[in-house]
């Protein structure tokens, strides 16, 4: 299978477990692009979508997936398919509402899910990394 995984990062967990994730499919022989800046144009929306974000301000998503966040609201995404991995800390009231955002807008533009998200909590999980692994191999068994 073919991947594009994009990444909304402020302090780079998420840009981590976009790496370890594209280790473990690679490691499956899957093909995987990782999209550290994500821009539309550059995404490849006929291969399964990964979005890894995290949440910052008050439940804003991180500035360098925004611009890809508003691309998407004006589209049409028909039948994308797509997951979401969410990191964020539930000392937050907004936890992961960067991840749900990021979901809300795939929804509406028709775009499909492929497996409800994962959202990882920092504050009991300090290796977001080893969860996102373990979460991508019970999904890889669905798909
Ligand atoms: C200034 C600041 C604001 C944050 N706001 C939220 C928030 O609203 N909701 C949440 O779930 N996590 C929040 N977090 C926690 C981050 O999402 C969490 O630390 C995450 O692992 C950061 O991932 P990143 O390094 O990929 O940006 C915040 C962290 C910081 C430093």
Redesign the pocket.
């Known amino acids: 299978m073919k991947f594009e995984i994009v990444?909304?990062?402020?302090?780079?967990?998420?840009?981590?477990?976009a790496e370890a994730i594209k280790a473990q499919l690679e490691e499956r022989k899957h093909q995987v692009v990782i999209h550290f800046e994500p821009n539309v144009d550059e995404v490849n929306f006929n291969n399964i979508l990964i979005v890894?974000?995290?949440?910052?301000?008050?439940?804003?998503l991180?500035d360098n997936i925004q611009a890809f966040q508003s691309q998407l609201a004006k589209r049409t995404l028909n039948d994308i398919p797509f997951i979401v991995i969410?990191?964020?800390?539930?000392?937050?009231?907004?936890?992961?509402?960067?991840a749900i955002t990021m979901e809300d807008t795939l929804l509406k533009g028709g775009a499909r899910r492929l497996h409800p998200p994962i959202?990882?909590?920092?504050l009991h999980h300090p290796i977001?990394e080893d969860e996102a692994v373990i979460f991508m191999q019970k999904v890889l068994t669905t798909l």
Do not use: R
């Not at 890894?52 to 439940?59: I, N």
């Not at 969410?86 to 960067?98: H, I, K, N």
């Not at 959202?119 to 920092?122: A, R, S």
């Open positions: 990444v909304g990062s402020v302090l780079g967990a998420s840009e981590y477990v890894v974000t995290s949440t910052h301000g008050a439940g804003d991180p969410g990191l964020g800390d539930s000392s937050y009231d907004t936890f992961c509402q960067g959202h990882i909590d920092v977001p």
